[in-house]
Each structure stands twice: as C-alpha cells, then as structure tokens.
C-alpha cells in the first residue's frame, strides 16, 4: 500500500502522546487519526447546517471500452433546509435535471426533454434520500454533503488516511487530506478556520484499472435566502407528465 | 430490473433503433463514482445504462418535440456500474412490449393519455419514464 511522506511522522507523534491511539492502529498503520479527525470534524459541522446553498462545479470521467476517458463537466446548484426542503438543479454536458422536494412530493423534472415525474415523497430529506435510493436508485446530487457526520458516512472503512498540508482552493486556505477505502481513493480539502467546511473534492474509482475521476469544487452560501416557492414544482406549459420505471410499466400510476 | 430478459430485448432494441453512426461509436465501460459516502443499493438500475454509444453527441437528451432524438443517459449523480455484456443474440425484433430503448423514432407522435405522456409510433406505443434520473422508453401496450 502506497505510504505517503506525513504518515511516519505523524505515527511517531501519536504514539508519543497518545498510547492508546497508538495501539489502535498499530494494526492500520495508514490512518493518521489526525486526518480521520478532521474529516469527522467537517461532518460535525455539516451537520449543524440548517439552510445552505451550495454550488458545486464538477467534472466526471467515464471509461470507454479500450480504457480511454472521456470527461464531462457540469454544475450543480443545492438548496436545502433541513428538515424537509431540497432542491438541486444540475446543469451539464449531457442533463439538466432539476430535483425538488418540498416536505410531501419529490420532483424530477429533464428541463430538456421536458419529462418530469412527481411522486409523494416522505417527511424529511434523509428519508428521501433513502427512498430514492432503495425504490429509484438515484443518488441525490452532492449526496456526500449529506452523509458526512451522520450514519452513512463511511469513516469507518477508511483504510488509509493522511494531512498533506495547506493548500488554497478558490482563494480560501484548507488543509489537503487524502483518503482510501475499498474502491476509492479520495480527496477533500477543508476549510481552515472555524467553518470546517468541504471546499474541494477528488475521488479516484480504483475498481476500474483506467482510475476515472470526479472532482467537485464547492461555493457555499451560509445564509442563502429563499421562500417555499423554491421547493415546488411549477411545471412549464409544454412539460409532460412520465412516471418513474419501477411505478408503472403501463402508465397506472397514482399520485 | 425485471429480467436479463428485458435487459437484452432492450439493447437489441437500442442497436436496432440507433442503426447507423451509433455503430461507429465506443461504448462506454464504466464512470467514476460521484459520492464517497455510499448507499448499498446504488447500483441497481445500472443495466439500463451500459453500452452506451459515444459519439456526435448521440446521448444528449434533447426536447422529444424536435427533429432530434436522443436518450438521456443516467449518468451525473447516480454512479453506474459496469453491467451487462451484449452478446450478437441480443438482437430481437423491436416493439416487445416491456422492451426499453433510449430513443424513438423520428416518425412518432406525442399524446397525453390520463395525464401521463407516451409516444406513438404507427401501432407501437412508447411510455417515456425515469431510469434512475435517464430518460428511457418502454413499450407498452395501447393505452387506449
């Protein structure tokens, strides 16, 4: 496994001062607790987030059969209040999707094609998500936003972690970390200061030899302002109605 | 998804219905995922999505009410596996009811049956739906 230079050093530190660390990962000599600290520290953070808006601009590499890569770009504008409103609108290459949820119906709506598709949805955005994933299997854009911190973050399977040092995204000073688990090599830079929040993040697919990359880079806005208008689905004159596969093959759906 | 039964009607229809440059094109193998944070079903809806053609802009949904017709493809949030091989037995002849394709033909027209959209092409009826957020068509029996 690749080692990287901060991780001899920051081992030797933690079994200084820290013994019982120190045990801990004699066994996963990878993980500096300092990295995984941090990246817990941003989900914290996340978490206390009531409403924000984030714009995140993002490129993602697919794989063509002789290994090449092609990559796409898109920009995805979020929305949220918690604990029942979301929207996020992706703007790309390939899609515009808009995605809405206003605490009772989610929308799914191909700005170009003009197709949307309204289903009810459930009470708060984490249990959408969980609906869209288990009946839809759609991910929510920026998903991670909302995993860091909670139950389905993945700090636990971490196996290898490390601070790289400062480094300057946008303007602002974060601190550079990179990660591994089973399938991807990841990296976040987070943002120094007393808003620990996510500026910039890299993941390598490693389960494809050709390692096709996503990279987002986030804008935040703390106080967005909005109204409840921004959450529901006004549908355009020449919008058609469609239904989501796993509804209906023949059109029999309910609202 | 229901079947590798569907799974293979549908990419026999595809080749059939994109007949032409989509040939030329390579497919696409697979795409980073988008999210480190994953959820154990994320991948289920993958078999509608390979094999996808790459060239000249065939995959960019557009408006179906124009002269060009293209399917969408799931592609920026939903992370997508490598699935299914197609096999020179895929191909079938089009119009199977509960068969999907990426696109219709020129030719079909778009009626709104108790609310929901569908296209008709001559006697075959396709209802455009949501393949994790990929617009695809399936076939279907007339609606009325």
């Known amino acids: ?255 | 998804m229901k079947t590798t039964t569907r799974t293979l009607l549908s990419i026999g229809l595809v080749f059939l219905l994109a007949a032409g440059p989509a040939f030329a094109g390579r497919n696409v193998r697979g795409s980073a995922r988008t999210s480190v944070n994953r959820n154990v079903n994320v991948n289920r809806n993958a078999n509608v999505n390979v094999n996808r053609n790459v060239n000249v802009n065939r995959d960019v949904d557009v408006h179906v009410h124009g002269g060009y017709y293209g399917g969408g493809y799931g592609c920026c949030y939903h992370p997508v596996a490598t699935a299914a091989a197609v096999t020179a037995t895929a191909m079938v002849t089009a119009a199977v009811v509960g068969s999907i394709v990426h696109s219709v033909p020129p030719s079909c027209t778009s009626v709104i049956v108790n609310g929901f959209a569908y296209q008709q092409c001559g006697s075959t009826w396709y209802q455009p739906q949501f393949s994790g957020t990929s617009t695809t068509y399936v076939v279907v029996n007339a609606p009325r």
């Open chain 1, 1 to 255: 496994m690749m080692r990287f230079p901060l991780c001899g050093p920051a081992l030797l530190a933690a079994l200084a001062a820290v013994p019982a660390v120190a045990h801990a990962q004699a066994t996963a000599p990878d993980v500096e607790p300092a990295a995984v600290a941090a990246l817990e520290k941003m989900g914290a953070y996340l978490r206390t987030l009531d409403a924000f808006q984030v714009r995140a601009a993002t490129t993602r590499e697919d794989v063509l059969d002789d290994g090449e890569k092609v990559t796409y770009s898109s920009v995805t504008d979020v929305l949220a209040q918690r604990p029942n409103r979301f929207r996020a609108e992706v703007d790309g290459d390939r899609h515009t999707r808009l995605y809405l949820y206003d605490g009772k119906s989610f929308t799914l709506f191909a700005r170009r094609a003009g197709y949307y598709a309204t289903v009810p949805a459930p009470a708060t955005i984490a249990e959408l998500e969980d609906r869209l994933n288990d009946r839809y299997g759609i991910d929510v854009p920026l998903s991670d936003l909302f995993r860091w911190g909670g139950p389905r973050a993945s700090t636990k399977e971490i196996t290898a972690a490390s601070d790289i040092g400062p480094s300057v995204v946008e303007g602002t000073t974060c601190e550079h970390y990179v990660f591994r688990q089973t399938g991807a090599d990841w990296q976040v830079w987070i943002q120094n200061g007393a808003f620990p929040l996510p500026r910039k993040l890299v993941i390598t697919t490693t389960t494809d030899e050709a390692r096709p990359q996503f990279s987002a880079v986030y804008t935040w806005n703390l106080a967005p302002s909005f109204n409840d208008a921004a959450f529901t689905f006004d549908p355009p004159a020449d919008a058609q109605r469609i239904v989501f596969a796993e509804d209906a093959p023949s059109g029999a759906v309910k609202k």
